[in-house]
């Protein structure tokens, strides 16, 4: 570090971090333009190739419509998240906050797939990697920064930092440090809703290296036994930690593995694939079907936490090669918005 | 040549300018609380020659705790080859770098990968060593032990009592990386041995710095009962000492005296060691003459070492980071005033954690510093040192009008 960092080296408050973050707002705000029909006009997204389990395929839709406000909603939504995540990374690296910090940026897709899936009347808890799933269910960034500071605006009030962030009013139970604890009581939670009798679901997401806890498989034959309004969801970014799913994992089919709970296998980089799949397993759990099990394939850019550069276990060669061969579900949202300003130039 | 006199002067002038504001800076510029700053001391040991029987006493390298149990895991697999250390994240060395190598030497049937599974490594080490084998399994932090309790309470530490003997669970040593860090938060920092210190059938062993470690963990691989090996990690890479290469043991069961004095007793083991030699320090600029003692082995702990020694000083001081209510200290303060109430000059002093899960920013308020391990010195002297007056007034009136406020420091203060 030079002199000049030295001396210029300050306290980062709310506002550096809102300046930081303004960036992305400026980019963001789009024109006021002719809305007559070109708002309301609808695109249609094929949908990738899903793989159900004890499940019938046709009850998934092929097609999803979308319009353009839609998307830039989507947009915004993930471009946000992937801010915050660098800059968490940045502020991190600064030393302004310490603790352990779980990166999911490359999963926004999932994050908000699933809240354009469920209403704010439904529940949700998750694990460590918490951050795009506060920002879903409805909270500021300030809050989310002010939290993994230890800060008392935060929204746990400073006393669970990035792995423990809540949101009572929206329903969201939090983010869990300790690996595959969320999932029973998530099945707890649905079993709340059921006794209450109320229309609506509990999404309790894991990871791929959580899917080998006991704990799982025990909530697992619970829910499908009272048949618990409960949406179990694999968040499969192919490696818990170091080590890849192949390594830790006998099947690793993980929509099989909460056997007889149904399950479908989707790709998490379509957002409307997840949001379609979401839909449809909120249906299904609504309707007093019981429990449904999502395995989402996704990927996260960084590594398992910023004590962990990711790339010892991913090979630079191979993770780079991934991030150009498959678009994430903000390119995917990028490239509509253009082909749809491409048309109308055209037209 | 009168440029290059002016770059030389140039040059002076920058570094004299870097130096006065490296000084000049204020130091208290952080932006988030911390306790004392640690003590200029030196916490580096000889190797004891009382207790380690050395062949090569020449042979030392500078290791850090790390690279000692990297060492010791080394000459275990070596010199049985019936031996396996395994665990979340192992092979490519370990979140903590404690198994750097071992795959690449030993191949991966012997030193391999587990899934995310406690419950599940622990109850497959003890078929492993229940069928024969030496298993070293490893719980990537302390706070993770929990789903595998059930295996340690229930399996590990019974098997060999409901057996008669006839199977035993002896070849287990199963070493977890506990303890604050720092930064660690809820779930990197606790220190789960008070949970086990309940449990008959299981020995706990914890060291304090390099040598120690390399010791203990080859004495717990070896011995013939299952062993419990935390490792405190915030001394993985700060403990550094001269490290014997070759192959010793280090007796189980025994605390260590690692200063004689005359008027205190201060008790502790892994991390705490070093807080409670920089107090000893403070304290001995007061006059006051300390006694430190690392149990090393909690579960059984050496209790004739602790009582030679309280009859010796008549007052004990006991440290530990897990919280105070029925912590390790908890057990030993009560064994303590069983056993040598004559001899006390002061009741047993606990300078723990306090009784709240562990916190994530106010982590400096709630570990047991030196300056806290310092006051509850002073407080065991009181009555001794109010003569001299060089402890604060609120000390003097201890023993005929306490007040709550004054006496405690092992709760939470009123106004948080």
Redesign the interface.
Known sequence: MC?RD??Q?R??GIQDINRMLSITFKQLSCRSSNIFGRMFSSIKVPLPNLEVYKLDKNMFPTVAETNREELINYYKQMTLQRRIEITCDEIYKMK?V???CHLMDGQEGVSVGIEAGITKQDHLITAYRCHGYLIGRGDTPERLIAEMM?RLTGCSK????S??MTLLKNRFYGGN????AQVPIGTGIAFGIKYDGKPEVCVSLYGD??A????IAEAANMAKLWNLPVIYICENNLY????CVA???ANTKFYTRLDPIPGVKIDGQNIFAVRETMKKAREWCISGKGPMCLEILTYRYHGHSMSDAGL??RTRAVSYTHLRAHETSLHLVCRLLLEKKKKRMSK | YQRRVHGDFMFKVLACKRALSLALLPKFSRTFSSGPAPLKMDFSEKVNTKEIVLKNPSKLKKMNICQSITNALDIALASNPNTYVYGEDVKFGGVFRCTVGLNEKYGTDRVFNTPLSEQGIIGFSVGLVAAGGVAIPEIQFGDYIFPAFDQFVNEVAKYRYRTNGLFNTGGICCRVAYGAVGHGGHYHSQTPEAHFMHTAGLTMVIPRNPIQAKGLLLASIRSPDPVIFFEPKILYRMSEDLVPEEDYEIPLRKAEVIKEGKDVTLLGYGASVRQLQMASKMAEEKGISCEIIDLRTILPYDFETIEKSVNKTGRLLITHEAPVTSGAGAEIAAKVQEKCFLHMKAPVKRVCGYDTPFPFVYEPFYLPNRVKIFDGIQELMAEQLTTSSQIPFKYCLLYTSPSPRDLSTSRMPSSA
Request: hydrophobic content about 25%.
């Open positions: 002199i030295r001396y080296r306290v980062h302004e310490r603790g352990f230890g400073g006393k669970g930092g792995m423990h440090g300790i690996v595959g290296g959580a080998n806890q006991g704990q818990a930690m170091g080590t390594r830790s994992s010892s276990y």
